[in-house]
């Protein structure tokens, strides 16, 4: 069975750093294309940062130069380095690995938009002034 969970979130002050984890099961990274959203309250679920199943990556303008990607292969984990955190990214974070070849840019809700997407049940992360 196919499947993903997101760890790492958590409370920290602004400027602070926090690093999120994305484990998957049933697939290796190879075979599928893993991005990272989030949603605040009353806001779109938005991608902010893509490890496609090539290698290449991709970063939202919003988190560019503050969050990094790694990998851990042997382990089927994708982390996400979060640095210099601000207020505005309070939100909750989710993981999703696409089969489909292409991952949405933004969706009303971080949960599955078509058979080939599998997400996590999310992961807190909360910035104070």
């Known amino acids: 069975e196919v499947q993903v969970a997101e760890s790492g979130g958590g409370s920290v002050r602004a400027g602070g750093s926090l690093r999120l984890s994305c484990t998957g099961s049933g697939f290796t990274f190879d075979d599928a294309d893993m991005g990272w959203y989030r949603q605040a309250p009353g806001d779109e679920c938005k991608l902010i940062s893509t490890l496609y199943k090539d290698g290449h990556e991709w970063y939202d303008a919003a988190v560019k130069g503050r969050f990094t990607l790694a990998r851990n292969n042997p382990e089927n984990t994708v982390y996400l380095h979060m640095n210099n955190l601000k207020p505005d990214d309070t939100a909750k974070y989710f993981c999703?690995?696409?089969?489909?070849?292409?991952?949405?840019?933004?969706?009303?809700?971080?949960?599955?938009?078509?058979?080939?997407?599998?997400w996590g049940q999310g992961t807190q992360v909360t910035v104070s002034s």
């Open positions: 999703a690995a696409d089969f489909g070849g292409r991952l949405v840019n933004s969706a009303s809700e971080c949960a599955p938009y078509d058979q080939s997407s599998h």
